[in-house]
């Protein structure tokens, strides 16, 4: 089974940048498609970006053109640039296989951006 450990999230003004990583075992990571989904408290996970195993990627409209997602399957990692940021993008931000079949969830990663 997959391991997955995110990691870059922190608190930031609004209009700054983070860049989220997400470490994963396991040979398949590299045949799979990836997403970063994010859970603000009191709303259902969303799905915000996601890369198929070739490096084709599509975003949330509410992310388009601030946010880049990214893979290097050699290092077994997906990245999440965020730039531009709003207080709106406040979440636990994961990891995981894009689709209906998940990975056991790791523990994401925290985005707090002011105001």
């Known amino acids: 089974q997959v391991q997955l450990v995110e990691s870059g999230g922190g608190l930031v003004q609004a209009g700054g940048s983070l860049r989220l990583s997400c470490a994963a075992s396991?040979?398949?990571?590299?045949?799979?498609?990836m997403g970063w989904y994010r859970q603000a408290p009191g709303k259902q996970r969303e799905l915000v970006a996601a890369?198929?195993?070739?490096?084709?990627?599509n975003y949330a409209d509410s992310v388009k053109g601030r946010f880049t997602i990214s893979r290097d399957n050699a290092k077994k990692t997906l990245y999440l640039q965020m730039n531009s940021l709003k207080p709106e993008d406040t979440a636990v931000y994961h990891c995981?296989?894009?689709?209906?079949?998940?990975?056991?969830w790791g523990q994401g990663t925290q985005v707090t951006v002011s105001s």
């Open positions: 890369i198929t195993s070739g490096g084709s990627t």
């Open positions: 995981n296989r894009e689709g209906s079949y998940h990975f056991n």
């Open positions: 396991g040979s398949i990571f590299s045949f799979v498609p």
